[in-house]
């Protein structure tokens, strides 16, 4: 953001407290600097030279403690009447923190070693190899140095070979032929929750729409975004532009709400690019969730039932960031066999947020205690939601045995209604 935006910005919000209620960091903590609002008023001092930026994680009561202690999870957007754009202004504050705040040495090994690992592949493949020998826990004078909790365990499936087996290069369309896609393989989805993928392709071949997954495409750049590293972030941008505006396709896939938001946005983050602006906003124009895109396509009949009770988490990201939030649903309703059942709180963060559950790992397990409560208070079998971070970080934090809800992605669920069947 350049320097007219950035006020303008800060100036739109008239201090009403709607976003009270609606930032997970306050209702936790009660304190106005944890909230949208106390949050803006220390941006506006930093950009107008009247407050230091001092403070991080590590130093209670600073400017940078408390824009740490952010999620980044924008529900202050949509509870927003004066359409203050948080995110935009967060992204940019943060990217001159990350400037200003000389962070200890473990947090900064750390913070590098997400962005390094978690937007890498191979690297990330790597790391969930070594991770099997113990069990997925980081040993704990590495967390303890780091500033984790002893008790730090990183996601590992239970099969890393079939988690991330490349999606196919093209899935043709079955029956009548209704659009051309490409689909977004990503950093995290590509390792992680592969089989998401395949089940998009197939979800949407199934629907008549021919899947492209383009090879030389990379990281979108939204972690390094969200954590203030925007050189980085503009740099993975031009890449992920330029790797699928060779193909003539009706829309881009994404699968992972963090990622799509980040990615309709590229017309705002190289705005300033004379170069890129233009090509940056045509792209963004074409970036589709994969139930925004379905549902606006019209599914086609299913043919077998997922007979359960099925409940939906909002992820951040796709409810505030890209304001989906009827889509999914919907999907889901349409499924033969599904008892569909609403989540109290629905739309509150989880507490994954990116790389938060790792940087500010007390907040995120309390908001992950928080929603983990009100999901099984629903008595759902399945708790769908559209994100790797928020699918991980539920995961983790679910009850062990027979009777803990499965967790999927909401494409996974269709995909058992065209091809697998359940029930």
């Known amino acids: ?15 009403c407290g709607f976003c009270l209620q609606a930032c997970p960091t306050y209702r936790e903590t009660g304190d106005e600097s944890d909230s949208p609002r106390g949050r803006l008023v ?20 600073g400017a940078g403690y408390h824009l740490d202690r952010c999620l980044g999870c924008r529900a202050c957007e949509t509870a927003c009447p004066s359409g203050v754009p948080y995110g935009h202004l967060l992204e940019a504050v943060r990217e001159r923190q990350e400037q200003a705040v000389h962070r200890p040495v473990g947090e900064r090994m750390l913070r590098d070693g997400l962005l390094g690992t978690l937007t890498n592949p191979g690297r990330m493949a790597l790391a969930l190899r070594g991770g099997k020998l113990t069990g997925g826990k980081i040993p704990v004078p590495v967390a303890r140095f780091l500033g984790l909790p002893a008790d730090t365990a990183m996601p590992l499936p239970a099969n890393l070979s079939e988690a991330s087996r490349p999606v196919p290069a093209v899935t043709p369309a079955r029956g009548e032929k ?3 896609v490409a689909l977004l393989a990503g950093c995290v989805m590509r390792v992680l929750f592969a089989p998401v993928h395949h089940a998009t392709a197939r979800v949407l071949a199934a629907n008549g729409v021919e899947v492209v997954c ?8 939204a972690l390094h975004g969200h954590q203030g590293e ?4 503009r740099d993975l941008a031009r ?5 699928f505006e060779k193909g003539n396709y009706d829309a881009v896939i994404v699968n992972s709400a963090g990622c799509g938001s980040f990615m309709k946005e590229y017309g705002h983050l190289l705005k300033d690019d004379p170069e890129w602006a233009a090509r940056a906003r045509t792209f963004s124009a074409k970036v589709k969730d994969v139930s925004e895109y379905l549902h606006a396509l019209g599914p086609r009949p299913m043919p077998a039932a997922v007979n359960a009770r099925v409940t939906y988490h909002d992820a951040c990201h796709l409810a505030h960031g890209q304001k989906i939030t009827s889509a999914p649903r919907a999907l889901l309703k349409t499924i033969p066999g599904v008892t569909f059942v609403e989540l109290p709180d629905a739309d509150q963060c989880c507490g994954s947020a990116g790389v938060y559950n790792f940087l500010q790992p007390d907040m995120a397990r309390a908001l992950q205690r928080k929603k983990v409560a009100n999901l099984l208070a629903t008595g759902a079998q399945i708790v769908a939601t559209g994100n790797p971070g928020c699918l991980a970080w539920i995961q983790q934090g679910l009850p062990e045995g027979a009777e803990a809800p499965e967790i999927a992605h909401p494409v996974e669920l269709l995909d058992r209604a065209y091809v697998v069947g359940a029930g």
Request: aromatic share 2%; with cysteine; glycine share 16%.
């Open 1 to 15: 953001m350049n320097k007219d935006d950035i006020e303008k910005g800060l100036m739109a919000c008239v201090h």
């Open 42 to 61: 220390l941006m506006r001092g930093i950009f107008e030279g009247n407050l230091p930026m001092v403070g991080d994680s590590s130093e209670p009561g």
């Open 178 to 180: 209704r659009g051309r």
């Open 214 to 221: 383009p090879r030389e495409q990379g990281c979108c750049g």
């Open 230 to 233: 925007g050189d980085d972030a």
């Open 239 to 243: 890449r992920t532009v330029a790797a």
